[in-house]
Structures are given as structure tokens and as C-alpha cells.
């Protein structure tokens, strides 16, 4: 806040799964209004307070910040930071006004695949010294994130009741998780995403690390039609591993969003251009288990497919991950 400007407003900025987000109004003395995004990491995860979650994350996500914004590409579809509180690990970031996230792209609404992809060939390119590398750890939240996306799903019980969301789907996941070559895969893959030397990997890359619809903004309607059709927020996820994995998860969105998937996999492939090779094992895999963590897990999706449609989804995760 500058020394002409007073508080006015302060406001919710969305429903964050992770941290508290708020949107803060300023006026100066003329009378003008700007609006500022006030990001606070807590030792929960914010949608889910029983689950404990490392604080320290707020850093991870400031210095990704840092780390791209004299990429031009990628800086100029997303916030910027504009500073940081070290003792409540808060971040202020600019607001993007009106713009909404593209969790409706599991309905009516479309995904722009095209300009997700080439976003992240440009972060993927991104050439990183050693010691940059190697700042970009953030293992305790992957450690979290470990947990629901490879093992919580695929346990013997669940702390929620899928029956709740769709009922037959627990019999269904009774089925996947009886699948003992499955099950071994998914321990594979979840030793590849958590490995604390993950950045040594000459394939590895700067990671967004939640790369799907929630952390998509668009645009709203009245904005200039030469204005970027996509931005790009909350990479507290962030770590320099397989770049795989980023794309594993948008694959896997795009699923959710009714696009086929060989569509998919071909305008994903043309659109990113980065000079990484891609491992197409390790794509699909991770697709898959990321398509079964939201289906089969705790971090579900505002979905409204049926059991039937759910189970061909899931059929589609078993087959790439094997």
C-alpha cells in the first residue's frame, strides 16, 4: 500500500482449497481505486482445516514468482508479485478484476487446450542454473501432495464416502485397488514425483505442479479480445522435476472437460514447444493417476457425470497407467 492510499474494501478472492486469498480495495487521495491480492499460507490446507500442511509454502510460490518474471511469456499470464510478509507468510500479488477460474470448463464451457499447453512449453523451457534447481525442492508439500494423489485413493478406506458423491463408486474403486500390478506402478510413480533429487534429472524442469482448470483465470467478456484467452495462478506446487507430471495433469483434465482423448493428447503435443523430450510412459501414467485421485480420492471435482461415465473414465486411467 502506498502512503497516499487507505483500505476500503476488503473481500473473499474465491474459494482457495489451499490458503486464505483476499481481495483488498485501495483508494488514494484523488479518489482512485485499485484492487490487491492478499495470499495466506496456514498450517492447514484451507478447504480441509484438519489437514495439516507446511506454512513454508508461500515461499516456494513467491519464488516462482520471482524466478519467471523476466520471462516474458509466462510473466505476462500471470499476477505479479508485489511483495511479501515474512512473518505471517503472506504474499500480495496483483488482482486480475472480473476473471474467473475454468472449473466450468467441466460443464458448458471450453477449454482453451491450445494456449494451456503452449503456457506451459514456455515454463518448461525455462533454463535454470544448478543452485536455482536445487531452491525449488519444495518436499514437504509434495510430501502432502504424495499422499492424495498416490496413495489415499488407492488404500484399503477412505476418509470420505464416495457413495455420498456417486453411489457404486466405492465398488468400483474396490475393483481398481484390487489390481496388484496397478497398485505397483502407482508406488513406482509416486517414489518418481516425491524424490528429493528429482532436479538432478537432465529431463527435469521448473513445474507448475497443479496444472488443471482451478488454476486457469479467463478473461472476463468485456476485456479486450487481444488480451491472453488464459492465466495462470497458484503454483505453490511448484518444484524442478519430470515435466511429465504438469502434463499428466492437464491430460487428465482434459478428459473431465469432454475432450477425446487421442484429440487431446495431439493438439497438446502440437501446441507445446518446449526443448525437453517427452517421456510418453510417464505421461500417461501420470494422467491416470491423477484421473483416479479425483475420482477416487479426496480432492474431487465439481463433476456431474454419472457412474457409468465415471467408470469409462476410470477404464481410460487403469489402461494408461498400466
Request: aromatic share 8%; net charge negative; hydrophobic share 40%.
Amino acid at each position: 500500500m502506498r502512503d497516499d492510499e487507505i483500505l476500503v474494501a476488503v473481500e473473499s478472492a474465491g474459494e482457495g482449497n489451499m490458503n486464505c486469498t483476499l481481495r483488498t480495495t485501495l483508494r488514494d487521495q484523488a479518489g482512485r481505486e485499485r484492487t490487491l491480492i492478499l495470499k495466506q499460507s496456514r498450517p492447514w490446507v484451507e478447504k480441509y482445516p484438519t489437514i495439516a500442511a507446511p506454512v513454508e509454502r508461500a515461499w516456494s510460490e513467491a519464488r516462482f514468482y520471482e524466478c519467471v518474471s523476466s520471462v516474458a511469456p509466462v510473466a505476462a499470464q500471470m499476477p505479479t508479485l508485489v511483495g511479501k510478509d515474512t512473518a505471517n507468510y503472506t504474499l500480495c500479488l496483483t488482482d486480475l478484476p472480473g476473471s474467473v477460474d475454468m472449473t466450468d470448463a467441466y460443464g458448458e464451457a471450453s477449454l482453451p487446450l491450445d494456449a494451456a499447453a503452449r503456457w506451459l512449453g514456455q515454463l518448461h523451457s525455462i533454463d535454470l542454473q544448478q543452485d536455482q534447481c536445487a531452491a525449488f525442492q519444495n518436499l514437504e508439500l509434495r510430501k502432502l501432495n504424495h499422499q492424495h494423489l498416490f496413495v489415499i485413493p488407492l488404500q484399503s478406506q477412505l476418509p470420505i464416502d464416495l457413495e455420498q458423491i456417486t453411489t457404486g463408486l466405492e465398488t468400483t474403486r474396490q475393483q481398481v485397488i484390487a489390481d496388484d500390478n496397478l497398485l505397483a506402478i502407482a508406488k513406482q510413480m509416486g517414489e518418481l514425483y516425491v524424490d528429493a533429487d528429482s532436479w538432478k534429472d537432465p529431463n527435469a524442469r521448473l513445474l507448475h505442479g497443479d496444472y488443471y482448470p482451478g488454476s486457469f483465470l479467463r478473461r472476463p467478456s468485456t476485456h479486450p479480445t487481444d488480451a491472453p484467452s488464459l492465466f495462470v495462478i497458484d503454483p505453490e506446487f511448484c518444484f524442478v522435476g519430470p515435466p511429465e507430471f504438469d502434463l499428466g495433469v492437464l491430460l487428465a483434465h482434459t478428459l473431465f472437460c469432454g475432450i477425446d482423448c487421442e484429440e487431446a493428447k495431439q493438439q497438446i503435443l502440437t501446441a507445446y514447444h518446449s526443448d525437453g523430450v517427452i517421456r510418453h510412459d510417464l505421461w500417461t501414467r501420470f494422467a491416470g493417476l491423477e484421473i483416479l485421485r479425483r475420482l477416487l480420492g479426496v480432492a474431487q471435482l465439481p463433476l456431474t457425470a454419472t457412474l457409468e461415465t465415471k467408470r469409462q473414465w476410470i477404464d481410460v486411467a487403469r489402461a494408461w497407467i498400466r
